[in-house]
């Protein structure tokens, strides 16, 4: 949903009792050379090599400082991903972030053909994390990754009231094995109903676009309904089926844009729908993919970009990071600094010609992903595509800044058929809020604001 989701994980502190978000400029490294493996989904087999053993052995070289010799249980791949260096600023950076370190826990291993899987919980003032390896069959680390240990699952949202003017039922987005679990909104009466595509952010998203206590699709979809408008809603890909991409080369259009335009053709083949009518409303990354969409579909109305990005994606993750950094204390550690400019690294690695598409780079993607975010021209392509748009931002929003706001309008100011509406007290989930945008508030419960909801469904009714 969000840019930061594949940079920050959602973590309990025990101080606290409550979710919040662990910092990006951690998270940012700690996704190392880790690939499609550590799903962990498989059964268990005998194991060759004894996994507990290295990765407790990995732990206590870090624990004492001897990151060249945790480095020397690398396998070559690894080695060179995350040299000691590297691994020593993930590792020292973890107690400013998250407290003293407070033991661990059971080790946990399962074989996975050749590789040896083993998960460590690692105890924390402020927070549970675990430790992730991957072992390959000579018994070297080819994979290590430090995760938020994993969240209750979140609740179900409430069922629709006997007498909402809309019903939902489960839907598919495609018709084959690959199909993506979906729920459409569906407006009472005979139609036929101007309908609408939810697209989600980055990262791996449930329909409803869940973050903490708060759902923002879920949200949208139900106030649009009410209004007489269909809307469909569906799990992403990469939370669905994160089977599809174990390859480790995929680009943007398999991540998010295919989908979309499936869900598409699947919402005008709806009873009760208006074919001529279906729009895409994109958030976040979906918003700034949404052109592309469109133009690959051939099939939609108009375009509602919902806090969407203007500029490339690894641009704007180093600027997150550099005003995450500042957001607690108004300074930048030396920590901080140190994971900012190895990121800033990695992003010249990625972009670099010579660089294998499939190495893995920035949050552990392969560099042939961020190319193709990077090939991808969000305000050049709704210039092309030349649809009636409605493009909304929140005055509150720390990643989606003003700067792409001010692209898209110095882009469309003149156009009739854009219009823009911005709303002082947002955030990036649309969610209202006081004071300086922040991301622990991702985590407090509320709501996407009924008003935007408004503007998007008289707009899309003025079509």
Not at 85 to 98: F, G, I, R
Not at 168 to 178: F, K, L, S, T
Not at 377 to 404: E, H, N, S
Not at 421 to 441: I, V
């Amino acid at each position: 949903m969000l840019h930061l989701v594949h940079m920050i994980e959602r973590r309990y502190g025990p101080a606290r009792g409550r979710q919040w978000v662990v910092r990006i400029a951690i998270a940012s490294l700690l996704l190392l050379a880790l690939g499609a493996g550590l799903a962990m989904s498989l059964p268990a087999r005998a194991q060759a090599i004894d996994g507990k053993a290295i990765a407790t052995r990995a732990l206590d070289h870090m624990d004492a400082g001897e990151y060249a010799q945790a480095e020397a249980m690398f396998n070559a791949d690894m080695a060179k991903a995350v040299p000691a260096d590297k691994l020593k600023a993930v590792w020292e950076s973890l107690p400013a972030q998250v407290g003293k370190a407070g033991g661990r826990g059971d080790a946990q291993s399962m074989q996975q053909d050749t590789t040896t899987l083993v998960q460590v919980p690692l105890h924390f003032e402020k927070a549970e994390l675990v430790a992730k390896f991957a072992i390959d069959a000579d018994g070297r680390i080819a994979g290590f990754m430090i995760q938020p240990a994993q969240a209750a699952a979140p609740p179900a949202p409430p069922a629709v009231a006997e007498d909402a003017t809309f019903s939902e039922r489960e839907a598919r987005v495609g018709d084959d094995d690959r199909a993506l679990p979906a729920t459409l909104a569906m407006p009472k009466g005979d139609g036929p109903f101007p309908a609408v595509v939810l697209v989600h952010g980055s990262g791996p998203h449930d329909r409803d676009e869940t973050i903490g206590p708060n759902k923002p699709f879920l949200d949208i979809a139900r106030g649009l309904a009410a209004q007489g408008i269909a809307v469909l809603r569906y799990e992403k890909r990469t939370k669905a089926r994160p089977q599809d991409f174990a390859s480790g080369v995929f680009g943007v259009d398999e991540e998010t844009t295919n989908d979309a335009v499936q869900a598409v053709a699947t919402l005008r083949g709806i009873d009760g729908i208006d074919p001529r009518r279906v729009f895409v409303l994109g958030h976040s990354q979906g918003g700034m993919m949404a052109p592309r969409i469109a133009a690959v579909s051939g099939h939609v109305a108009g375009l509602v970009l919902l806090a969407a990005p203007a500029r490339s994606l690894l641009d704007i993750v180093i600027e997150q990071n550099r005003r995450l950094a500042v957001l607690d204390d108004g300074k930048t550690s030396d920590t901080e600094r140190d994971a900012i400019t190895a990121l800033i690294q990695q992003v010249r690695v990625t972009r670099d010609a010579a660089t294998d598409p499939a190495t893995k780079t920035v949050m552990g993607l392969p560099a042939g992903y961020w190319r193709s975010t990077d090939s991808v021209d969000p305000v050049a392509k709704a210039g092309t595509v030349a649809l009636p748009m409605l493009v909304l931002q929140g005055a509150r929003d720390i990643q989606v800044v003003d700067a792409d706001w001010q692209a898209w309008r110095g882009a469309f100011h003149g156009n009739p058929k854009v219009t823009f509406k911005l709303y002082d007290t947002l955030n990036h989930l649309a969610m209202p809020g006081e004071g300086d945008g922040n991301l622990d508030e991702y985590q407090q419960p509320n709501h996407v604001d009924p008003t935007l909801i408004d503007d998007v469904a008289s707009w899309i009714k003025a079509r």
